[in-house]
């Protein structure tokens, strides 16, 4: 099938994609766009998470045509140009990146829960990344980043 | 950048960004940039034009001969380039780190559930999956040996591995006695603990990408924890000389000793060599369950005697690994476990042994803290036990019995470096305890057991404080010349002088390239430093794994940088015609504490550049008497860590929310503070998943949970605030004074979790992990 979406602001067509791809798939190995994750890809992991049109989504769990004609801001777009996102610089600074697999996912999610929620407190930063398994940093480097980004967009 | 001329896209990078910092401090890691932006190109992400996808056919029997295999509707399928089998093995079709013992595909008989039978290679992912369907398979399915014990004992099973030798299904038997064997004691605890099969769950899959070369061989960008291994395994199945099989390592996505062992490797360069095409592998999350090695499960019998004032007098220890169907680490596992079994303590009469076999369960092999993590379990069960009996603070039992420098392990080695398990004690024990909660106020569910399940508001709420204190060797032992070589060059790159580190030592997310890049500013007094992809065109560095690389590439680096730094100031003196003695650099000039600043490094380089290439040695370990257990010097190095558990647990549901987990661990030399902070902060989750939720169901020989649904690992709410206190106690015989980091914390985290949760409950708890199952009691 033609897949005609918006990724990262650009319009985007794959061709003879097979209508059991998922939108990961899409983006990793059609579109040239491998910064989301494919780490357990049903769903358990976050390591896929992209906004779809302004939602974070697991993109292993959306079938690639359900993307169809609609928006999609993966980790590659969260950079303004050069200059990353506070998210972004705050994992850089905490140290909340260590082998780096679930850091695409988490970013989405961290970028949308302060998006929603400017000041989170500690509590609602676990239950809104509960959904992004880590495997390196035990999570505390994490909080640092999320919290540290949290402040800094305040202040921005 | 590695130049092949038919480097895939998404290559390896060249990581060049620039951060300051030296030996001691925290620079940020040098591809933080990229994994944040998405650009960090992990082997999955491997690409290349007009790429083949491949695909496993494994053994849906734990134990079966195969009868015959037919290919021919597999291959008929469209868009199917090839279809092979143990007969297009162009090699000798075996493979094993320690023992030579893996057939590459099957061969007549397939010896567990997920067995590599025969492989495809087609032009998408789904096709390549629907043509390992079509692969028809002839088993006479067998029954599987699934019991550790009688593998161990029983000759009437039948043998797994009959060319290997040994008796029944053994892969490695060893005791270590010391002492009396006669001896009695005033009050002695037994008891057998058992531990499930935890699996590293890394996240980022087994994945690579094979390109045929020219020259008859093969070049594979892969991810992996030791090049040299996988090529030399791999060469050998190709039946290619070394140098024609050219490893390049793309960014790993997690590793804790997962990715020792072949997966991928041999069968992607197969592939590729026969379609003469780029093919691609990468598993997804069942298959990586069956695709790589798991933390051997024990079964652990410990006997304890000590003095009505706490004295250990003896220990008696058998301990049970089951290997599953192949060697991979067993006789490393064996050999740690029989030798670290005592604990961080002094033992002065000791019977332990050790029994590592073949099964036809899933094959286990390296983890985090191999062979150290089971015992630990057991001994500091004892330890709490004793306390118990003797009427005792479970603390000062630990305290009176804890090594020190000069202490003798049951080994006979005498420990002649810094081991100060008592301060660490000590220390953990006065890290300040989290608030108590407050039985009036209104709890916030989300910090109780079961959390927004809404289980509990605070009935039936237990708290417990645990601790445990344990030991590690650090590096490889038992006589292996370990080393690691490093590759170091010196320029002057548009007026700045520029260092470029280059080993084959794996980056699997620990920071090893933000060390090396350390190292070399410190030893070259430079600012910029490159640190150019792993590949197999520069020496071995060993596996990353034993919490070895900044001991052992970190002192490779150091000891490439002094002589890179030695011919720089031989070419200094000659230009400046006299010798100046004390010579150092810093901040790129060339400085003498008797004549000031003498020259810029820039212009003592000109368009020269200085590359020297040098290999570290460990000081020699030896083997252990196959009888006794004795040796002089078994491990180079022991690191040793403590924590503190604080748990509440729900004892209606058997629920269990950790409250603090807090670590006291000694680093010899705290070369990134930051990164040891984060070592220990993702060891000790790895540690707690075992003592509360993570083990492989196996049931007959079949893994009954191999997904991320079933299989659960701790996510950001399971995990509490961990406090960490780091002390530098220097190694004299280490590169700075390190201690290896990586595996103590996963070792003392999950017994002290255990510890409080017994603490809370008041049950006995001897196995791990500890579910609702065994604190409600209802485990069968």
């Known amino acids: 099938m033609r897949l005609n979406l918006t990724v990262n602001g650009r319009p985007h067509q794959a061709d003879e994609a097979w209508e059991g791809e998922s939108l990961l798939h899409v983006l990793r190995e059609r579109l040239g766009l491998p910064g989301s994750k494919n780490a357990c890809e049903q769903g358990e992991c976050g390591s896929c998470t992209v906004y779809l049109d302004d939602v974070p989504v697991c993109s292993c769990m959306v079938a690639a045509g359900q993307a169809q004609g609609r928006a999609v801001r993966t980790v590659e777009g969260l950079a303004d140009g050069d200059r990353l996102d506070a998210v972004q610089q705050s994992f850089v600074d905490s140290g909340a990146v260590q082998c780096g697999f679930c850091t695409p996912g988490l970013l989405v999610q961290a970028h949308d829960l302060i998006e929603r929620n400017p000041e989170p407190t500690d509590a609602e930063i676990r239950e809104s990344l509960a959904g992004n398994l880590c495997r390196c940093t035990g999570y505390e480097k994490i909080m640092d980043a999320v919290r540290l980004a949290a402040q800094r967009k305040a202040v921005s | ?780």
Not at chain 2, 35 to 64: C, F, I, N
Not at chain 2, 215 to 238: F, I, N
Not at chain 2, 295 to 321: C, D, I, Q, S
Not at chain 2, 602 to 611: A, K, M, R
């Open chain 2, 1 to 780: 950048m590695s130049a092949h001329v038919n480097a895939p896209s998404r290559a390896p990078q060249d990581l060049s960004e620039s951060i300051t910092g030296g030996v001691g401090e925290s620079p940020s890691r040098p591809d933080g940039n990229l994994k944040v932006r998405g650009d960090y190109a992990y082997s999955s992400d491997l690409w290349a034009e007009d790429m083949l996808w491949g695909a496993t056919l494994r053994s849906p029997h734990p134990y079966a001969r195969i009868a015959g295999i037919d290919v021919g509707q597999a291959l008929a399928y469209p868009g199917v380039y090839a279809v092979l089998t143990h007969e297009d093995v162009p090699g000798d079709n075996r493979y094993g780190l320690k023992i030579v013992d893996q057939p590459v595909l099957a061969e007549d008989v397939v010896r567990f559930r997920g067995e590599a039978v025969a492989l495809v290679a087609a032009d998408h992912p789904e096709t390549a999956r629907r043509a390992v369907e079509l692969i028809a398979v002839d088993y006479e399915v067998l029954d599987p040996v699934t019991d550790p014990k009688r593998a161990a004992h029983d000759g009437t099973l039948p043998k797994l591995h009959p060319e290997s030798g040994r008796e029944n299904n053994l892969v490695r038997y060893q005791p270590v006695v010391r002492g009396r064997q006669d001896v009695s004691a005033d009050v002695v605890v037994s008891g057998t603990y058992t531990l499930g099969m935890q699996d590293q769950a890394f996240l980022g899959p087994e994945s690579g990408l094979a390109i045929p070369a020219e020259d008859g061989g093969v070049e594979l960008y892969l991810s992996t924890q030791d090049l040299h291994s996988d090529r030399k395994q791999t060469a050998r199945a190709l039946g290619l000389p070394p140098d024609k099989v050219r490893l390049t390592m793309s960014g790993v996505g997690g590793a804790f000793g997962g990715r020792e062992d072949l997966s991928i490797q041999a069968h992607v360069c197969m592939l590729a060599m026969h379609t003469g095409k780029p093919v691609k592998m990468m598993y997804d999350r069942e298959e990586s369950f069956y695709g790589h090695v798991h933390r051997h499960p024990a079964e652990m019998y410990f006997e304890h005697g000590a003095t009505r004032e706490g004295k250990l007098v003896y220990l008696k220890a058998r301990m049970y690994f089951d290997g599953g169907a192949y060697a991979s680490k067993t006789p490393v596992v064996v050999g740690n476990a029989t030798t670290l079994g005592t604990g961080p303590y002094e033992v002065p009469n000791v019977d332990i042994a050790g029994w590592g076999v073949y099964t036809n369960n899933p094959p286990c092999g390296a983890m985090r803290g191999l062979g150290a993590v089971q015992p630990a379990f057991a001994y500091e069960a004892q330890m709490d036990k004793l306390a118990s009996a003797l009427d005792m603070d479970p603390v000062e039992l630990r305290q009176r019995n804890a090594v020190d420098q000069g202490s003798v392990l049951h080994t006979g080695q005498k420990l002649d470096y810094p081991a100060p398990v008592g301060e660490l004690i000590e220390r953990a024990r006065n890290l300040p305890m989290p608030p108590e909660r407050d039985p009036a106020a209104e709890p916030d569910i989300r910090d109780l057991p079961g959390g927004a399940a809404n289980t509990t508001h605070g009935e039936d709420v237990a708290r417990g404080v645990g601790y445990a204190a344990i030991i590690k060797n650090v590096s490889y032992a038992e006589g292996a010349d370990d080393y690691s070589t490093a590759r170091v060059s010196l320029q002057a790159v548009g007026g700045e002088a520029v260092a470029m580190v280059h080993t084959a030592a794996a980056e699997v997310g620990q920071g090893l390239v933000t060390v090396q890049q350390q190292i070399a500013r410190t030893e070259l007094g430079v600012e910029r430093v490159n640190i150019h992809p792993n590949d197999t065109s520069v020496g071995d560095s060993g596996s990353s794994s034993a919490s070895r690389q900044t001991y052992i590439t970190g002192g490779a680096v150091k000891t490439a940088c002094e002589a890179v730094r030695e011919t720089l100031f031989e070419r200094a003196t000659a230009r400046l015609g006299h010798a100046v003695p004390d010579l150092t650099i810093v901040d790129g000039k060339l400085v003498s504490d008797s004549h000031g600043v003498l020259a810029d490094v820039v212009d003592i380089l000109g368009d020269e550049v200085i590359e020297c290439t040098r290999e570290y040695h460990h000081r020699p370990t030896y083997p252990l008497d196959p009888e006794t257990g004795q040796s002089e010097l078994v491990h180079v190095q022991h690191a040793f860590s403590v924590h503190r558990a604080v748990v509440d647990v729900d004892t209606q549901l058997g629920l269990v929310k950790v409250v603090a987990l807090d670590c006291v661990q000694d680093v010899g030399k705290s070369v990134n503070p930051d990164a040891i902070v984060g070592q220990i902060q993702g060891g000790a989750v790895q540690g707690m998943g075992l003592a509360v939720m993570e083990e492989i169901q196996v049931s007959d020989g079949l893994i009954r949970n191999p997904s991320f649904t079933d299989y659960l690992i701790p996510t950001i709410l399971d995990t509490p605030p961990m406090k960490v206190d780091i002390i530098e106690r220097g190694d004299p015989h280490a590169p700075y004074g390190v201690r290896g980091v990586g595996e103590p914390p996963t070792i003392s985290a999950g017994p002290a979790v255990l510890a409080a949760i017994r603490a809370a409950t008041g049950l006995d708890l001897t196995h791990a992990p500890a579910g609702p199952e065994h604190i409600t009691g209802t485990a069968h």
